[in-house]
């Protein structure tokens, strides 16, 4: 198992993080069921460090990455938040995780 990340890996990991929260912005008006859903638009997206390699409890081999995003809800002021996202090597499944 290859311990580090080169670049192109590097970049591969948090554009899949990236689009990811872009397809749930886009998505995030969509109705399922009786949840009401909050739309929002994501207005800026800032890595913190590098990936970092876990082990998912799946067993599956991954990359967490801290991410800070500003996300814009339709109907409210822009939200500052943290999360982990998390990519699997198999497939780059994302994942989100709260931070801490």
Avoid: E
């Amino acid at each position: 198992m290859q311990q580090g990340l080169d670049a192109a890996g590097i970049q591969r990991i948090k554009d899949s993080c990236t689009a990811r929260l872009q397809s749930d912005a886009a998505h995030s008006s969509i109705v399922t069921g009786t949840v009401v859903p909050r739309p929002f638009t994501v207005v800026s997206i800032a890595f913190s460090g590098n990936p970092v390699q876990s082990t998912a409890a799946s067993g599956l081999a991954s990359y967490d990455i801290l991410m800070k995003v500003t996300l814009k809800l339709v109907d409210g002021p822009a939200q500052d938040s943290v999360r982990v996202c998390r990519v699997y090597d198999s497939d780059s499944h994302v994942d989100w995780l709260p931070a801490g």
